[in-house]
């Protein structure tokens, strides 16, 4: 008699890649929300060197995740058959 292996991994379907691909796409246009409002805040407290400092860094780190996600979103969207939703896929500049 045999016992099932409690810590065996269930093997889990592949997930649709037009799904992923919109999902990608969404989280970028957060980051890029989360970017901007972070640099709203670096003007509204530009006398607080202190607290404009991590605000500097909390921006440019918004700003590298919508761009991973971005290129991300994009590689997928090249490497599969996906079609129109790759129309949110257009280069924006990123400061």
């Known amino acids: 008699m045999t016992?099932?292996?409690?810590?065996?991994?269930t093997p889990v379907p592949a997930?649709?890649?037009c799904d992923v691909l919109t999902e990608?796409?969404?989280?970028?246009?957060v980051a890029d929300l989360l970017r901007q409002h972070v640099e709203v805040l670096r003007f509204r407290?530009?006398?607080r060197p202190t607290v404009t400092a991590h605000l500097t860094l909390a921006h440019r780190w918004a700003a590298d995740l919508r761009r991973s996600l971005h290129s991300a979103a994009g590689t997928l969207d090249a490497t599969t058959a996906c079609g129109?939703?790759?129309a949110g896929l257009e280069r924006r500049e990123v400061s």
Not at 3 to 9: E, I, V
Not at 24 to 29: G, K
């Open 24 to 29: 990608l796409t969404e989280l970028a246009d």
């Open 84 to 86: 129109p939703p790759s």
């Open 45 to 47: 407290l530009a006398d």
């Open 3 to 9: 016992t099932a292996n409690p810590h065996r991994l």
């Open 15 to 17: 997930p649709d890649p």
